[in-house]
């Protein structure tokens, strides 16, 4: 009891402040509305960032991956420092000159306008399929066995199950569709307070418990027992080889951090180019502590509960939280996890209200609507597809193939369009064309590989057939070569004849941070300090 206690108070202050800050804000325009009025400061870019990117599938994934193949599932963490990286510097000083609300909106300046609506409908289409269904589930599986809500509620675990969707559908609807990307943000920068400072004393009570009560103890048994768990160097036959961090897994870094449309919008909304890369930089230092609080757990889990946690680790982070943390603190992380669930589907939500609203409804249904009447359209997007999300997360009912079917999905479409984004900022004479035919032979390519050869390769030889599989990360770094190709035939062959100009619309100050490229410098070295000094603790 004490536990729910604890979760329903930290709850309702994070609602409460969020609502006291944003009741006088202007949300009857678009910019007020999907971009806070361009009034974030680089504290609130930062957290939103930082809170939007953790949900409870991180979790539960990243110590899972942890706990089963060791450290070097930080790859997903330190390698989102380096794309950001990427973003301050290069893609947010483009994106804000041009002072646009969305990413395909850049695609319309950069090539034309019916570039925008395809790359619109696919960014909407991966969104609504495999992200928020799967935030809404994996959300509720955590909530619900922390809580042991069946008992609770004296029903059956599919129903509570189903109850708990619901609820967390209806509260980040309400959140992302009444108030506005700035009713987000703040309630992300508290939350993120609260998960940061909880999910801080996972790892400490974590090694506190191994050591037997010396957390040095429990370091030096964790370096002792079994030293090659905390090697961030996988192997060929690991499930991250240490290739697949200079292929797939830097490519979809960059498209998550720097393309994507959910995530960038929080840096859209910055009061100024030097807000918003303080914010970004500020998360990618954040970010250098991830194998700390996101990784680590997963290998104390495995040298703690080895014998009670499945081999797959799906359960790691939950029994630690249920093992270490007391009644009090239980109650109050499961608030923090809440919100991060929170986070994910209400600023998912919130994008997708903002690109049906301005690139498609706007962009191509009425041309001529006003602000208000975009904003107007945008909810009812959003209640509409909350509505529907709610509906098809509690159709999830088992599954990882479903799961891993809807990744696949999703990923068959993230290396094109962060392709083509890149080439816009960085070339000035690609046509319109050159990416279109670079979109269709990328998509054709991934989509045969994955689903019609399933990654493998097969030839007869004397001896018999033979069977090459390639990593699904090598393909999507493949992928990224034969798209580059197609667009730099195009531009040798038929180039723009004049180079494109990029025009400045001066909506916000877009004087750079003059410590950006320090720091960034800076964040690069403690990434590899990083990789270093495990791999010699390892050895």
Same mark, same amino acid.
């Given at each position: 009891m004490l536990a729910i206690t604890s979760f329903l108070?930290?709850?309702?202050?994070?609602?409460?402040?969020?609502?006291?800050?944003?009741?006088?804000?202007?949300?009857?325009?678009?910019? +007020?509305?999907? &971009?806070?009025?361009?009034? &974030?400061?680089?504290?609130?870019?930062?957290?939103?960032?930082?809170?939007?990117?953790?949900?409870?599938?991180?979790?539960?994934?990243?110590?899972?991956?942890?706990?089963?193949?060791?450290?070097?599932?930080?790859?997903? !963490?330190?390698?989102?420092?380096?794309?950001?990286?990427?973003?301050a510097i290069v893609?947010?000083?483009?994106?804000?000159?041009?002072?646009?609300?969305?990413?395909? !909106?850049?695609?319309? $300046?950069?090539?034309?306008?019916?570039?925008? +609506?395809?790359?619109?409908?696919? %960014?909407?289409?991966?969104?609504?399929?495999?992200?928020?269904?799967?935030?809404?589930?994996?959300?509720?599986?955590?909530? #619900?066995?922390?809580?042991?809500?069946?008992?609770?509620?004296?029903?059956s675990n599919e129903l509570a199950l189903w109850i708990t969707v619901a609820a967390i559908g209806i509260v980040g609807g309400i959140y992302a569709i009444f108030g506005g990307l700035r009713a987000v943000a703040i309630s992300d920068t508290l939350n993120g307070v609260g998960l940061l400072v909880a999910g801080l004393l996972i790892p400490i009570l974590g090694l506190r418990?191994?050591?037997?009560?010396? %957390?040095?103890?429990?370091?030096?048994?964790?370096?002792?027992?079994?030293?090659? #768990?905390?090697?961030?160097?996988?192997?060929?036959?690991?499930?991250?080889?240490?290739?697949?961090?200079?292929?797939?897994?830097?490519?979809?870094?960059?498209?998550y951090w720097c393309t994507n449309q959910f995530i960038v919008q929080r840096a859209f909304a910055s009061q100024s180019l030097q807000q918003g890369q303080k914010g970004?930089?500020?998360?990618?230092?954040?970010?250098?502590? +991830?194998?700390?609080?996101? %990784?680590?757990?997963?290998?104390?889990?495995?040298?703690?509960? #080895?014998?009670?946690?499945?081999? !797959?680790?799906?359960?790691?982070?939950?029994?630690?939280?249920?093992?270490?943390?007391?009644?009090?603190?239980?109650?109050?992380?499961a608030a923090a996890i809440f919100g991060a669930i929170l986070s994910s589907f209400n600023s998912a939500l919130n994008s997708c209200a903002t690109l049906f609203s301005v690139d498609l409804y706007k962009g191509f249904m009425r041309p001529q609507a006003t602000d208000h009447e975009m904003v107007r359209v945008g909810k009812l997007f959003g209640t509409v597809l909350a509505i529907g999300v709610i509906i098809g997360a509690c159709?999830?009912?088992?599954?990882?193939?479903?799961?891993?079917?809807?990744?696949?999905?999703?990923?068959?479409?993230?290396?094109?369009?962060?392709?083509?984004?890149?080439? +816009?900022?960085?070339?000035? #004479?690609? $046509?319109?064309g050159a990416v279109w035919a670079a979109l269709l032979v990328g998509v054709l390519f991934y989509a045969t590989i994955t689903f019609g050869f399933e990654n493998k390769l097969t030839w007869n030889t004397a001896t018999g057939p033979q069977v090459y599989e390639i990593h699904w990360l090598h393909v999507a770094g493949l992928n990224f070569l034969l798209m580059m190709s197609v667009i730099g035939a195009? $531009?040798?062959?038929?180039?723009?004849?004049t180079p494109f100009v990029l025009e400045d619309t001066n909506q916000v100050d877009t004087t750079p941070w003059p410590l950006a490229r320090p720091l960034g410098a800076f964040v690069l070295c403690s990434v590899a300090a990083i990789y270093a000094l495990l791999w010699m603790a390892a050895r």
């Open positions: 108070f930290f709850t309702a202050l994070v609602a409460y402040i969020s609502w006291w800050y944003t009741r006088h804000d202007a949300l009857d325009t678009s910019t +007020g509305y999907y &971009l806070a009025g361009r009034s &974030l400061t680089w504290v609130v870019v930062g957290g939103s960032l930082l809170l939007t990117n953790l949900s409870t599938e991180q979790l539960v994934g990243l110590n899972g991956g942890a706990f089963k193949d060791g450290m070097e599932t930080m790859a997903w !963490e330190l390698g989102a420092a380096v794309a950001m990286v990427v973003m893609c947010l000083p483009i994106y804000l000159r041009c002072g646009i609300t969305t990413i395909p !909106e850049f695609l319309e $300046r950069r090539y034309n306008k019916p570039t925008r +609506g395809l790359v619109s409908l696919i %960014i909407l289409t991966a969104v609504s399929i495999s992200v928020l269904p799967f935030v809404l589930y994996s959300g509720a599986l955590f909530m #619900r066995d922390v809580f042991e809500l069946p008992r609770i509620l004296h029903v418990a191994l050591g037997e009560g010396d %957390i040095w103890a429990g370091v030096t048994r964790l370096q002792q027992d079994d030293p090659s #768990r905390l090697n961030p160097i996988g192997d060929a036959s690991s499930s991250l080889p240490v290739g697949t961090l200079f292929t797939g897994v830097a490519l979809l870094h960059l498209y970004v930089m500020f998360a990618a230092v954040m970010k250098l502590l +991830g194998p700390f609080y996101l %990784i680590l757990p997963g290998v104390i889990a495995y040298h703690l509960f #080895r014998d009670q946690i499945d081999p !797959e680790g799906n359960s790691a982070y939950g029994t630690l939280v249920r093992q270490l943390l007391p009644k009090p603190l239980l109650g109050f992380f159709m999830i009912t088992s599954g990882e193939a479903l799961f891993q079917q809807m990744k696949s999905i999703a990923a068959t479409f993230d290396i094109p369009v962060m392709v083509i984004v890149f080439v +816009g900022i960085l070339s000035k #004479r690609t $046509r319109p195009f $531009r040798v062959i038929a180039p723009l004849p």
